[in-house]
């Protein structure tokens, strides 16, 4: 298996808006630089959310203005609705993520509406993404099991992801939210998948509470996926999906990757830096088995 992989790193804010602590902008921004100082080339930036219910986010506008944009790097931001939208372009973001779940419960929990009101959401976002010339990317969660309603049917995913698809989402991500996915039920999704958009637009968000992030991404590999969600240190969870652990440490995933003599352009031991420097911002030791080894090393 020899090829090219994107990595795109959420920590700075899937993984950060989830950690029981807040970081402060500035430093938030360092973390983002540092990140695509390693090579990674789609980082996260922050979320534009409402700063009350995910105070880790507050100053998402001023982590953007502290940036210091590098040539090829992209910088993401997460729009879950109009309000969120106008204040991402109002601070000059030209990326956003849309988020959509494949359960009706945790839908009605994370974002306080239903699937089908959710894309009512989506719908001027996209319309002014169009107009605007903003790339979006669409996210969708609990594609391997709910922590609400156990197992998601798989046509229910591809009823999400193909309407993300056909309002124009450049890439789909697909998210294993609680980390209870198997390498089988990985492979089936994508293969499913494939039958309905270009596996080129399929990326996969994996957690890892049962470790089986990694044997799911290697699934996902073999059928052609080439764009993998990581996360710094393994940094994050979900408020609402009880139990589950940060996503997919970056350090990880590109241990396997480059033993697989795949390329990311990022450099292993530059992240492992960062993911030590971050992990002892909030105070602990890194999640990932990579870092923790190498570090010890030292």
């Known amino acids: 298996m020899s090829d090219r992989v994107t990595l795109v790193e959420v920590g700075p804010r899937d993984g950060l808006q989830n950690e029981p602590s807040s970081v402060p902008p500035a430093e938030r921004a360092r973390l983002v630089d540092a990140l695509a100082a390693a090579g990674l080339t789609f980082v996260e930036a922050g979320a534009f959310v409402s700063p009350k219910a995910v105070p880790q986010m507050a100053g998402s506008a001023e982590v953007l203005s502290a940036l210091s944009p590098r040539a090829g790097v992209r910088y993401p931001v997460l729009t879950p609705n109009w309000k969120g939208y106008e204040a991402a372009r109002a601070a000059g973001a030209r990326d956003v993520a849309i988020f959509g779940a494949a359960s009706e419960t945790f839908c009605q929990k994370?974002?306080?509406?239903?699937?089908?009101?959710?894309?009512?959401?989506?719908?001027?976002?996209?319309?002014?993404?169009?107009?605007?010339?903003?790339?979006?990317?669409?996210?969708?969660?609990?594609?391997?099991?709910?922590?609400?309603?156990?197992d998601v049917p798989i046509a229910r995913v591809v009823e999400v992801a193909t309407r993300l698809y056909e309002m124009g989402c450049y890439e789909i991500s697909l998210g294993d939210t609680i980390g209870v996915g198997t390498a089988r039920a990985a492979r089936e999704l994508v293969r499913t998948l494939k039958d309905v958009m270009p596996v080129g637009m399929l990326a996969a968000h994996f957690h890892d509470t049962y470790g089986q992030a990694l044997a799911n991404l290697y699934a996902c590999l073999e059928e052609g996926v080439r764009v993998v969600d990581t996360s710094v240190a393994g940094l994050g969870g979900c408020p609402y999906a009880p139990g589950a652990s940060g996503n997919v440490a970056t350090e990880d995933v590109l241990f396997m990757l480059n033993g697989l003599g795949m390329e990311t352009g990022v450099d292993l031991d530059a992240v492992i830096e960062i993911a030590a420097s971050i992990s002892q911002t909030l105070g602990r030791p890194p999640a990932s088995k990579t870092a923790r080894a190498l570090l010890a090393k030292h």
């Open 110 to 150: 994370n974002t306080n509406c239903s699937i089908a009101e959710s894309f009512d959401r989506f719908v001027p976002i996209m319309e002014a993404a169009k107009r605007d010339g903003i790339a979006v990317r669409g996210y969708v969660s609990c594609v391997l099991g709910c922590p609400y309603e156990g």
